[in-house]
């Protein structure tokens, strides 16, 4: 599952950083420098933007200028596009960083009377590349080619000449082609291209759209050999390595509360670990919510930042909620110490809340993270998806020592409930909240089924939401109420 | 530019009709472009006699030419006038196809 990491004993192939998030990562640092790499994919999958990223990276951050054979869109249509992703084609032009040479073959303007070869196309390329002394090129898709001139052999021979003469000329390189038939490129140029292969994939689950980007090889460098999700979103763009971290992070003694005493007192008298994971889980109107607002307010008392992800309500109904169980978050608001990020579960894949989740915690830098709830997402991916999801939402939390809370709905004994099983493993802390009855009453219960690295109290306790705010009772010693413990 | 041609066309539609500009495009003196140089030739005196011009673009000399006529193939050849413009690719060994090509078949 990890990515592996190049040994420093060995020489290692020279790469060229392509600047795109995580893709440099899953390729132990980038493309092969001086090398032809094949990019191949399905219509939409975003060949040509991981192409022009590349190019434009290469230009701004690393020096090196490139040179763009289009072949499909015209130059004004192909800035347009990309502009629309934040990549600014026309300054880098004008700067002569990039040159962007669009190839237009039409078949019916033209007629075929003999022998030729394609010197015209390695000339004009030779040119550009020349002219802004560049180190990047691409061609996209070189396969238009095909269409457009029908000698076949002659285009082979011609493809073969011009990959090595790129890489004679140790030019980094992208050709991108279209998937073919059971077939990485329709007219097979992975037969020429014998160094770096990448395929994107672009698929429609339950109606939600997946990317997926697979190094199918590289020679001479250990690559991730996974299928790596990838989106495509304002900052153009970025592959998600599953977990890119081998449980090598540090991890701290110091405690964070809970916001609620009487949780402290079960957990040791000082709360959770931080930087740890906590999973409160309970069936419907247990006080799930309460807890995770009760552990923001308390985060953000002490003057730390939280950031909370509601998939459920929306922010201004979670105050207005709280506020009747004498939790008042709008002060934190106000303060800017508590930030809400309220998005519907449906609205994007995924990928696109995990990478959402990461951006924002990357900005805003919280101590605090709480999700509210998990179970929501589940509803649109599935168990399996999920989990990988929280893998890495943990993982990338906890390197950064954040303290994470996620809230998840629980449908009691009646429903089989994969989710609590699937997800709890990953979880340093486990609360179940329950539900019982007593006198005629409905009362809740708490227990924290585990607690990993402390001793914790095993007792099952009521779980008061009063005006005053939450507490919890004595130990409950009620049979009832606790058969209805989930686990 | 559409328009100018556009008026040139009208004023003397009979003279450009009859009067054949042709560029062909080459990169360097290999055995292909000599051959077209030659085959080119032959057509334009059998059957376009005094009224073609023949431009020869070495693109090993002049690269920049080649985006503007959008050159892929060597050879090309180019026929300028009359419109509309017309591109054949390879030596013209193939002379039916080549007079097919650039539309002299038809023109006679």
Redesign the interface.
Known sequence: MSVPKLKTSRTPLPKASTGIDGLDEVTGGGLPRGRTTLVCGSAGCGKTLLAMEFLVHGAVQYGEPGVCMEFEEATEKLTANVQSLGLDLGDLIKRKKLLV?H???ERN?????????????F??L??AVDAIKAKRVVLDSIET?FA??SDAAVLRAELRRLFRWLDDRKLTAIVTGERGNGTLTRHGLEEYIADCVILLDHRVNEQISTRRLRIVKYRGTPHGTDEYPYMIDDDGISVLPITSLALTHKVSTARVSTGIDGLDEMLGGKGFFRGSSVLVSGTAGTGKSSIAAKFASAACSRGETCLYFAFEESPNQIVRNMRSIGIDLEPWIQKRLLQFHAVRPTSTGLEGHLLGMQKLVKQRRPSVVVVDPITSVVSVSGIYGVKSMLTRLVDFLKVQQITSLFTNLTFGRDREDRTEEGVSSLMDSWIVLSDGERNGQRTRGLCVVKCRGMAHSRDLRELVASRKGMELGEAMINARLASTVAG | MQKTVAKKRRSSRTARANFWELRLYIAGQTPNSIAAIANLKKICEDQLKGKYRIEVVDLLKKPQLAKGDQIVAIPTLVRRLPPPVKKIVGNLSKTERALVGLDILRAR
């Open positions: 040479d190839v237009r073959i303007e033209i007629e075929e009377t003999g022998e030729y070869n394609l010197e015209g196309l000339i004009r030779g040119h080619l457009g001139l």
